[in-house]
């Protein structure tokens, strides 16, 4: 039996990096950047009205303005702004030359449409200065980031249309077991639904993966391991649930070395998820997971993830924020590292329902995990402790 952290760092070891692609930029969102991406602009391009009014020179701001030009965003100012002169600008557009002060208009009277007198005057200028935020050439995006939503803006603003991004790991996902049955069916007396399958699918997917589904092994042998092998030769990762535990038709580590894999761990002092087990062979990375479904739920995102991430060029790492127990929480046993779903409430952390590893609803409560240290059996009221985002 391994630490956790030993665990993941024998894991992490096995990771290469996926060779790149080049992708569309309104598809990249989920990938994972592969070059820096620095700027072909100044930006802002041209000194700009932050806000509608007058543009005028601050020395003049007591006196009353006569307007010369309005200046919608998108116009190039004509003329230049004398004393005592001022442009009706609007947001967006460039400053003309001579003016120093933008007026905000909600704090200006104007009549009949050609002088202005400030009310109220800004400390601020109310001008977003050319380049003041990005020159051109600098570097606006890492490599190493995932894609979001605002990184697309940036590539937009900048032209990067064509992203340079890793290729996406083949995860093949095999669920184990007789008891087994579809989502889709009604399970009879002794059957369970297939939930491991789908919220794997689904984990591999929200990590930018892409999963393939291998179907429910049997519980004998010759069905996992033909199942195992087709995963292999088809896929970077392949995942199977269930089957990694003591009982008798548990055939996954047996058939897994059958099919010339060399496990690397088969037990880790880790609750849930102590049968979790992984072996590789050549560049094929293989874990058995635990057949319970928040079990095979945490050490995917403990151990499974990181590696996902790390094959696409990204160092995960979790949020992780420390914060006061809000009761006191006991165990019974502290011989492995418990990890514990809660969640936040006033500043606080308070475990979920929970009633071990097979309670799957308790998850969907859940906006983190704690965890109890080997050796400790009682968190304290007002403990800090640490919140790992879920
Ligand atoms: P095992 O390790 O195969 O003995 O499975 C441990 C427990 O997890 C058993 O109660 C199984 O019925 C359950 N289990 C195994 N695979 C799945 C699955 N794919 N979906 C939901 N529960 C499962
Ligand atoms: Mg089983």
Redesign the pocket.
Known sequence: MITIEKAYQQVLEKAYLLETEKVDFIDSVGRILAEDVSSDIEMPPFDKSSMDGYACRRADINNILEIIEVIPAGKTPEKEIGPNQCAKIMTGAPVPKGADFIAMVEFCEETDNKFVKILKVTQRNNISYKAEDVKAGQVVLKKGIQIKPQHIAVFASVGYTQVLVTKQPKIGII???D??VEPHLKPAISQ??????Y?LISQVKACGAIPSYMG?AD?TPEDTFDKVSKALAENDIVLL?????M?S??FVPEVLKKAGIEILFDSIAVTPGK?TTFGTAGKKLCFGL????V??FIQFELLVKPLIYKLMGLVFQPLDIQMPMGIEYKRKKSDRKAYIPVFIEDGEVFPVEYHG??H?HALTFAQGIIYFPIGVDTLLKGETVHVRQL
Do not use: H, K, Y
């Open positions: 669920s184990t077991g008891e087994l369970i639904r297939n939930s491991n399958g919220q429910i519980d649930t269930g089957g990694v535990s009982g038709f548990d049968p635990p057949g319970n479904p079990s095979s590893s097979a799957i």
